[in-house]
């Protein structure tokens, strides 16, 4: 995503300036720009329905979509959806980010470990990974256990290739710089390595939880009776596409805000970064 | 008393990088060493420094073997490497962790003093200037008062001006504790601002090809007869280094090539 937004900024890059010290004019136009193409086909829409020009029962206009939202917020049921979509995310991920760091670390640090089980994980990713859900189904059961087996499974792979990617490339003349001074190997991995790869780490830790949003849609939409994914099919079922469109909407709002989380958490531990684009982190 | 003792290496790949290297340093004293590219130099003073160990023979600091890192022993190296992760002052202080703080904080702002970079505490590295950094660096090594400070080529990443002027600032910190200076360079004049012996080394395998006195008197005058004689001695030995290996090679021997290509 930070791509797509580096790619159409128009101004000159200030390489050098801190953080925080961006004027907030240049980003607000920036997001009023973005705004432009939807806003224009939102209202067009619905202006395109209101004068009985287009009929928006298969694609519901806006004030639709807003009042099944709202209507579903009122009764509480929005909130309850989310609440189960998120802690499964939420287990997923937990189980996830702990195996596939682990495995992530020792791998990249230990080629001996690597040898033994990168080939065996490779060819584990190549597995499309719906392609587990009957197995998950009857090993864990139909309920929470597959689900999140999943969950974790999406999770795990971006966070195990980041980590370990991240471990191998850390710069050995640093590391020789603490062998210089002495450190223990228990202060090596804290004041050396941990530091080192702190920037991948929050990397993958983001696309890791991207992958577990995707990940939650398969699994609620394989059969749920609560979580967003339940509300997609269920308004599929009944012919109520506000519904699906409010919940899509519902797991855009989340997944841009648990992005957010982890980038406003580690934001203050990376402000030493040397970046092309270090002034604009919470983007 | 730094003493190596037939200091031979031969890498697991076969490289015979060092043959039988024996040097005995004093206290204090400023050793440079000068070679053609490849021909130990860094080898040596990284089995000195105990990050790396000789296949044979020893090194030997007042009567203790080094085999690992020592903190009598500071290095630097030819990039200033500070962490990026750690603000200037904490990079300074970056060997003094198991000194209570105040202690630390005073030791920090006294060396950034020395190295003229005070106002530079609280930055982060990437904001620092090359001259600037390997300053860094320096102060880096000295916080722990070390006994011998080796230098990896420390000034060749600069330009000309940065170069001496940091050469000047070297010798202001070093006149300060006195540690033993073992300084590797391919810079002949810089050799000869801060020696007070100057070892040659030929390559293939790497060994002290010529020892050249370089005693006069401090500061030295670049423009006076006697640096240019000792100028002279080096450039000729460094010639002569590389024209024996050139022979072997059967390649051309005379001296001008020998003077083009020595590093
Ligand atoms: N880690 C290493 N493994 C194998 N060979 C090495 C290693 N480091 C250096 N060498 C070889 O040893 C020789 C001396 O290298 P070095 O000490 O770096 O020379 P210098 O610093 O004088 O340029 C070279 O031929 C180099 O290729
Ligand atoms: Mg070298």
Redesign the pocket.
């Known amino acids: 995503m930070s791509l797509v937004q580096m790619s159409v900024r128009d101004e000159p890059v200030a390489v050098t300036e801190k953080p925080g010290r961006k004027p907030g004019f240049g980003r607000h136009s920036r997001l009023v720009f973005g705004l432009v193409v939807p806003v224009v086909l939102a209202l067009g829409w619905e202006i395109l329905v209101r004068l009985g020009l287009a009929n928006g029962r298969l694609v519901p206009p806006p004030s639709v979509i807003f009042a099944t939202f709202a209507e579903l917020a009122r009764s509480g049921e929005l909130q309850r959806h989310i609440l189960v979509t998120t802690s499964r995310v939420a287990a997923g991920f937990a189980i996830g980010t702990i195996t596939g760091t682990l495995l992530g670390a020792i791998s990249g640090y230990s080629a001996l470990t690597r040898r033994l089980f990168d080939p065996t994980l490779q060819a584990l990713r190549a597995i499309p990974s719906i392609a587990w859900v009957p197995l998950f189904i009857l090993w864990f059961g139909i309920f929470e256990g597959s689900k999140i087996t999943l969950i974790s499974v999406g999770v795990f792979f971006p966070v195990y290739l980041g980590v370990m990617g991240a471990v191998m490339s850390v710069d050995r003349k640093l590391v020789e710089v603490g062998r210089a001074f002495r450190l223990s190997p228990v202060a090596m991995v804290r004041r050396i390595l941990l530091p080192a790869v702190l920037p991948a780490y929050v990397i993958a830790l983001r696309s890791g939880l991207g992958l577990g949003w995707m990940f939650v849609v398969a699994a609620e939409l394989l059969g749920a009776s609560e979580g967003l994914g339940f509300l997609l099919v269920d308004g599929q079922q009944l012919g109520k596409p506000a519904q699906i469109v409010a919940a899509i909407v519902a797991f855009a709002i989340i997944g841009k805000i648990s992005d957010w989380i982890i980038v406003l958490a580690t934001a203050p531990l990376l402000r030493w970064e040397d970046r092309f684009s270090a002034e604009r982190v919470a983007d | 008393m730094l003493t190596l003792e037939n200091v031979s290496?031969t890498?697991?790949?076969g490289?015979?990088?060092?043959e039988k290297i024996s040097l005995e340093v004093k206290p204090g004293e400023v050793i440079v060493i000068v070679?053609?590219?490849?021909?130990?130099?860094?080898?040596?003073?990284?089995a000195i420094s105990g990050l790396?160990t000789p296949s044979r023979g020893r090194v030997v600091l007042d009567g203790v073997e080094i085999k690992l890192p020592q903190e009598q022993i500071g290095i630097i190296f030819q990039e200033p490497r500070l962490l990026p992760w750690l603000s200037v002052a904490d990079n300074v202080g970056f060997g003094l962790d198991n000194r209570p703080r105040a202690e630390r904080r005073e030791r920090v702002a006294e060396a950034l003093a020395r190295v003229g970079l005070s106002d530079k505490a609280d930055v982060w590295p990437r904001e620092l200037s090359g001259g600037q950094a390997q300053r860094v660096a320096i102060a880096r090594a000295l916080v722990p008062r070390p006994q011998v400070l080796l230098l990896?080529?420390p000034f060749s990443a600069l330009d000309a001006f940065t170069r001496t002027d940091l050469q000047d600032h070297l010798l202001y910190l070093w006149a300060d504790t006195r540690p033993t200076l073992i300084l590797?360079t391919h810079d002949v004049e810089e050799a000869i601002v801060l020696a007070d012996r100057i070892f040659v080394?030929r390559?293939?395998p790497?060994q002290i090809f010529e020892e050249i006195p370089a005693d006069l008197p401090r500061p030295r005058d670049r423009q006076s007869a006697a640096f240019d004689f000792v100028k002279r001695r080096v450039l000729a030995a460094l010639d002569r280094s590389l024209a024996r290996d050139a022979r072997i090679d059967d390649r051309k021997t005379d001296a001008e090539t020998g003077a083009a290509m020595w590093w």
């Open positions: 290496k890498y697991p790949n490289v015979h990088a060092l070679g053609g590219s490849g021909c130990g130099k860094s080898t040596l003073l990284r790396d990896d080529e590797v080394m390559p293939r790497g």
